[in-house]
């Protein structure tokens, strides 16, 4: 579609084309060319965007997740799905790299991989329920409570060992901000294997540079440097390297983080299901409510005071991952910070030398050293990360910021198109066009 051509009256009819296109049948794929799979966090964004005009094909794109639920309860972040092979999804560069079958919790007749991402699962849910009638949201609620109560419950078992209340992560991925700062900071000072470090030190990895499929899409400067690449893939095998095992990966103590962005929304996760419980008349189980409890006191440890900044955390030495980033804006999507706290985050959004640019928010500040504007998670904008904070400001009574920023948002998508990202001082398309989420979260900002 020619950009110029979106105007106020066609840009939802335009959007919903661009779910169409990728509308692989079974499930909406983030952009056909170059993401054919199901990731988690893109199918509940899809789904929010979905529940405005089409209540049938959310709940689908929805239950698809479910059904790759691993038998511990992790929803894996991606659903591999091709042609199949012996039962399970044949040989391609995902399933190669990931092959979930090593774990005898993945799913015997799906290949996945073998991390979570951030657990979006119970707003799409709760999104979806808000338009039903109540009849039917009881209906839809009753249909997905256990295994969403499943996946929370795996997710405090197994990544909150000590009982602390925050959960862990283990690989830059899970948080679905691959190259964001505080987590490639952690990985340049501390766990870059010495081959990665030799490569980079010769600056021979540009070689590496010439086997990436994202090279082909000419995106120079814009997906991850050669040695941030080659550190999330060896990070990966690293892990399957455990067959995804997690008392084996803990044990070792491989890369573990405390992540602000998933965090945040596991706590707003949590309300929700508390909710989507009471709707139906159920009693959480005990241990879990006081998780819930623990997990929102524990957020207030990631408030630095001097930097007036919420940061993610090392989850060995309980060290702050001081580097800001997009994520230090994702304690108001949780809903659970006190108002003053609110009110100072809200200061750096304004503050033109920092997340106050053109076309906001930045996925990293203007004043950080690892800003570039058209670097994926260091610098461009992003719309799924601007739908949370326009709940987060609503939540906190900052309705003329969210007004504001959903404004800009669909300025930014009306000037340029559906792109996956965008320039955060121009405004312009990066990554690639007609990019699924950017076109479902336009829908639900201009609907409501
Ligand atoms: C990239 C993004 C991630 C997204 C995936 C599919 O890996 O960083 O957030 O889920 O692509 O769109």
Redesign the pocket.
């Known amino acids: 579609m020619d950009n110029d051509k979106l105007t106020d009256s066609n840009l939802v009819d335009e959007a919903i084309k661009v779910l169409e296109e990728n509308d692989s049948g079974r499930f909406i794929q ?2 056909k060319s170059i ?1 054919p ?1 199901q ?4 199918s509940c964004f899809i789904a929010i965007g979905l529940a405005n005009y089409d209540l049938k094909r959310a709940k689908i794109e929805i239950l698809g997740l479910f059904e790759a639920q691993w038998s511990n309860g992790m929803i894996p ?2 659903i591999l799905h091709g042609k199949k092979e012996h039962g399970l999804v044949a040989y391609d560069r995902h399933n190669a790299i990931w092959r979930s079958w090593l774990n005898p919790n993945a799913p015997k007749d799906l290949a996945t991989s073998g991390i979570t ?1 951030p657990p979006m699962l119970a707003e799409a849910i709760y999104q979806i329920g808000q338009k039903l009638s109540v009849l039917k949201r009881r209906e839809w609620y009753k249909q997905v409570y256990y295994p969403l109560l499943k996946y929370h419950m795996w997710l405090f078992a197994e990544r909150d060992p000590h009982h602390e209340g925050l959960v862990l992560q283990i690989h830059p ?1 899970e ?5 964001t700062p505080p987590w490639m900071s952690e990985l340049n000072d501390h766990l870059l294997p010495w081959w990665i470090r030799i490569l980079r030190d010769t600056h021979l990895d540009d070689i590496v540079g010439i086997f990436r499929k994202d090279r082909l899409l000419n995106l120079k400067n814009q997906r991850l440097t050669n040695v941030e690449a080659l550190a999330l893939f060896s990070l990966q095998r690293r892990l399957r390297r455990k067959n995804y095992q997690f008392y084996k990966i803990i044990d070792h103590s491989l890369f573990a983080i405390e992540d602000i962005t998933f965090n945040s929304i596991f706590i707003r996760a949590n309300q929700l299901l508390i909710e989507i419980a009471n709707f139906l008349g159920k009693k959480l189980p005990k241990d879990l409510l006081k998780s819930i409890h623990q997990s929102e006191e524990e957020l207030d440890k990631l408030w630095d005071e001097y930097a007036e900044e919420y940061y993610s955390r090392d989850f060995v030495s309980h060290r702050l991952l001081k580097q800001s980033s997009i994520g230090s804006f994702m304690p108001l999507y949780s809903g659970k910070i006190k108002k003053d706290r609110a009110s100072r985050i809200v200061g750096s959004l304004e503050n033109e030398h920092r997340f106050g640019t053109v076309f906001p928010v930045p996925s990293a500040p203007l004043d950080s050293n690892w800003f570039q504007a058209d670097r ?2 260091q610098g461009p904008t992003w719309v ?1 990360t601007n739908w949370l904070i326009i709940q987060g400001l609503k939540r906190y009574g900052f309705n003329d910021h969210a007004d504001a920023l959903k404004e800009s948002t669909i300025e930014m998508v009306k000037k340029s198109g559906f792109w ?1 990202y965008f320039n955060p001082i121009t405004g312009d398309g990066r990554g690639i066009t007609n ?3 950017t076109a479902s979260l336009i829908i639900d900002l201009v609907k409501n």
Request: charged residues 10%; negative net charge; hydrophobic residues 40%.
């Open positions: 983030p952009n993401y799979h990731w988690l966090w893109d972040s991606i991402q991925w948080i679905g901000l691959d190259n994926y998670w799924n996956e990019f699924s989420w």
